[in-house]
């Protein structure tokens, strides 16, 4: 089968599945870049020497265990919830600008996780650890749906309208934050001003802990969406005369979507356009097909973040940058070169 | 368009055409027989009521083509035929959408992008996808079918006759096609059936030659026109320029 697959001109398949490989190999080699790179200057071949004899320092065993570790894995994490969320998005509203960052959802579920960390609370103890993760959730399914339901007329989802829809979302929930920060006391507003940022510094196996429930269902699950989404590159209409499940495909979207952006935006605040430029490069490089554009954004969204995070850390060290100033440094370019190169991602 | 007391059958082995003018209603009609839109009434395929079978059911027994389909992704040629294939691509499968692609003249483009076709070509790739959907037309002694909403209305001649073709061996195989028609000429060209509809109601629904009457089109389409057979065979509709 694959064989003769690959004989057929046109045919990208193979050229994704061997991407997918190249990319698991780019993500091991940015790991190991990652846990070596730090301001407290332990390397990786001290720290494996140091484990393999059994004499780890015990100050570089924390800084390893405690800090760079769980940074790492909530790079990945977070890196492959962006690109997934990104991918599924754009495949659900036909559009390749369709990131969660750009058209509010983010926004949205910033605006559940401050209503969480200011009004915490006031909600039921049993809610608790998870009431920032769990908010955060809920506003951006809220807002995607919402989106969702403004932009598409009768099975077209208009991009202007999706935009504009957007912007007014993002000054929504801007305003809200802000109503939220006028009531918050000092110890919430220094919780508060990490959202503005978008960063892993605050990284911790807690916060893994809370981000793996949401996250890796959706990552692991979203495949199951490809022939669903890859029939609405079609058109909702088209999509149901090959016998899709157009409504369960995009209910499960919308939810993949919301638990992907919620639970990143809780742990690390908003860090955008890792969403439109993992899809789109993946797309350039081995075609628009879901069956290998989502677990391949997975990684290529981690490597990317993680190699973010690195230059985030490296470039004022010791102190570091905020990551969603570095992807919006990044990221900002690219989708205005989307932009000017309409040609070849169909009608905006 | 709303549609009254329209009934319209279609058999197995047969291309019907549904004509009229702009606005009667022709759209909405296979609208409904794609279950695209709601209706009161009753749409039943092969003996199954539409309204109660799984999108998956409907769709192993019909293809629908739409008037047109715009792509949200660059896609190349090959990737668009393989949707209507749906997952779990085997080798013969692989070979099937290059069959399709060859049977609307579109072999050598496999590699294309989609969208850097001309609106022609986009077209027949799209046929090809549907084709590849119901490619045997008669599966497991059930007839399948084609839907196609106005399938030549951005070809020239020489493609217009390509897909008329297609869609009349598709039939002349045992399955059944129903395709809206703005060409009077086509549909009597290739046409074993025809409904006539005007204004949401059906005028005629017959034989081309019963339907295709000076009475019946110039009634229809409110303007004069000659239904002219000439000896050797076919039939040619010269519309009139005075008003009625």
């Avoid at chain 1, 599945?17 to 940015?30: K, T």
């Avoid at chain 1, 020497?49 to 100050?59: K, M």
Wanted: aromatic share 6%.
């Amino acid at each position: 089968m694959v064989a003769i697959a690959g004989c057929i001109p046109g045919d990208r398949s193979d050229r994704a599945r061997r991407l997918f490989f190249w990319l698991l190999a780019g993500l091991a080699a940015v790991a190991v870049l990652s846990v070596g790179t730090g301001a407290s200057g332990v390397s990786v071949m001290d720290a494996a020497q140091g484990w393999l004899a059994g004499n780890l320092d015990p100050r570089d065993e924390l800084v390893l265990m405690s800090i760079r570790l769980p940074r790492l894995a909530l790079g990945m994490l977070i890196g492959a919830a962006l690109a997934v969320s990104g991918a599924v998005m754009q495949g659900l509203f036909r559009n390749p600008l369709a990131d969660p960052g750009v058209v509010g959802v983010g926004a949205g579920a910033s605006l559940g996780a401050v209503f969480a960390i200011v009004l915490g609370g006031m909600l039921p103890a049993w809610v608790g650890q998870h009431t920032v993760s769990f908010m955060a959730f809920a506003g951006a399914g809220g807002s995607t749906l919402l989106l969702y339901r403004v932009a598409t007329r009768s099975g077209r989802t208009s991009v202007a309208t999706m935009l504009l829809a957007g912007i007014a979302l993002g000054a929504l929930a801007a305003a809200m934050v802000g109503v939220m920060t006028y009531m918050a006391d000092d110890r919430q507003l220094r919780d508060l001003t990490f959202w503005g940022m978008g960063s892993l510094a605050g990284a911790s196996w807690a916060k893994v802990g809370a981000a793996i429930p949401l996250i890796l269902p959706a990552i692991l699950l979203s495949p199951l969406l490809a022939r669903g989404l890859n029939g609405l590159a079609l058109g909702e209409a088209a999509a149901g005369h090959m016998g899709l499940p157009v409504q369960r495909i995009k209910l499960l979207a919308i939810l993949a979507v919301a638990a992907a952006t919620g639970a990143s935006v809780a742990v690390s605040g908003g860090i955008g356009f890792i969403g439109i430029v993992v899809p789109h490069l993946l797309r350039l490089g081995s075609g628009p097909d879901h069956r290998w554009l989502l677990p391949n954004a997975a990684v290529l969204g981690a490597v990317l973040l993680c190699l973010a995070d690195i230059v985030a850390r490296m470039i004022v060290a010791p102190a570091e940058l905020p990551i969603g100033i570095v992807t919006a440094i990044l990221g900002a370019p690219v989708f205005l070169w989307i932009l000017l190169s309409r040609k070849g991602v169909g009608a905006l | 368009m709303i549609l009254h007391g329209v009934s319209f059958d279609a058999r197995p082995g047969h291309l019907t055409a549904i004509v009229g003018p702009n606005g009667s209603g022709k759209t909405t009609l296979m609208r409904a027989i794609t279950a695209e839109t709601p209706f009161d009434g009753h749409v039943a395929m092969n003996g199954t009521d539409i309204a109660s079978a799984k999108p998956w059911q409907l769709a192993a027994i019909r293809a629908v083509l739409p008037q047109a389909t715009p792509l949200a992704f660059p896609f190349t040629v090959i990737e668009v035929v393989r949707l209507g294939l749906g997952s779990g691509i085997s080798a013969a499968r692989g070979h099937l959408a290059q069959q399709a692609l060859a049977r609307v003249g579109l072999q050598g483009y496999e590699g294309r992008m989609y969208q850097d076709l001309s609106g022609g070509e986009q077209q027949r790739a799209q046929l090809a996808r549907v084709l590849a959907q119901v490619w045997e037309p008669v599966l497991d002694g059930q007839p399948r079918w084609l839907l196609l909403d106005e399938p030549v209305s951005s070809l020239d001649i020489g493609h217009q006759l390509i897909v008329m073709q297609i869609a009349r061996d598709f039939a002349d195989a045992g399955g059944g096609v129903v395709a809206v028609m703005h060409d009077l000429n086509l549909t009597a060209m290739f046409a074993d059936r025809v409904a006539l509809l005007a204004e949401g109601r059906m005028v005629a629904q017959g034989t081309p030659a019963g339907v295709l009457t000076d009475a019946n089109l110039s009634c229809a389409y409110r303007c004069r026109v000659r239904v002219n057979t000439p000896p050797d065979a076919g039939t040619w509709l010269v519309p009139h320029a005075a008003s009625v």
